[in-house]
């Protein structure tokens, strides 16, 4: 225990510390490395076949569906460097461990998907003002999205069990953006089978309701992002009150502060206790606080208790 000014009592003793059960596992990283990295493969089987057979019959839409298979793919490149580094203990240089990188590499996606929504809209639009060659769209091509669809499906199933059996909110997250991905391949194979049908504007509509997937996809992206590297709340105050208050002696509480992301969190609060308590007493109730809230929220992996006495009533 370290007691800074003011009664800041830094928890970090083993004796009282509460292991965080995802550290305890390191088998547990290897498992969602090895399913990431599986679905790394067939996103990028789904992504190349669609950008090959859409750059092969000028089918925009399935070229932009293809695109979209590829931020899938960059997803799960993403998702493999946050558990790499999230094997790594806090050091000398990041005493709060190394997760922003994650966030950083997940920020630096947007990126990738802007340039790709503007390309995507650019061909578009291109076809819809006649700029672009009639369409020659071959069975093989619904075939291709037929089988594609096949293995989107297939990965939700997979990953969505993993996900279950892991508790890995990046496999859940991963498995749900796959399954949206069906929705857009469907509407892309309405498109082509309307332009071998004689309705070749369908595929340039098609497109421009990918680039829409994809552009509400970079807004997901940032927005989680920005959240975490402006150190937004992760959880709600209600919750770390609710844990506080059931531990016997505790007055109260406030000024609950947490950041991060929702699987790694950093918490601070101030914890009332009576005024005439011992600070060895207080001292050992705070970590009994502390154990409390990181049984029931796992995700905590520091916490910080400024032990008070409680307010004055005129105060």
Known sequence: ?????GGVVRLVGEKHRVPNPQAQHPERYAAVTRVLVRVLILNLAVAFAKIGFGYATGAISMLSDGFHSLTDGASNVVGLIGVRLARQPPDDDHPYGHRKYETVAAAAVT?????VVVEVLRNAFNHLSGKAPTLEIPVM????????????????????RAAEQLASEVLLADAMQTRSDVWTSLAVMGALAGARLGLPILDPL???????????????????????????????????????????GVLGCHRIRTRGSSDHVFLDLHVWFPPDMRLTDAHDLSHVVKDRLMARYPQIVDAIIHIEPPPSKGA
């Open 111 to 115: 990126v990738f998907l802007s340039l």
């Open 141 to 160: 091509s619904l075939v291709v999205m037929l089988a594609t669809i096949g293995i989107n499906l297939a990965v939700v199933v997979y990953e969505g």
């Open 1 to 5: 225990m370290a007691l800074g000014t």
């Open 206 to 248: 098609a497109a421009i309701l990918v680039a829409g997937f994809i552009a509400y996809s970079g807004y997901q992206v940032a927005h989680a992002t920005t959240g975490i590297l402006s150190d937004r709340m992760v959880m709600a105050d209600v919750d770390i009150e609710r844990v506080v208050l059931d531990v016997t």
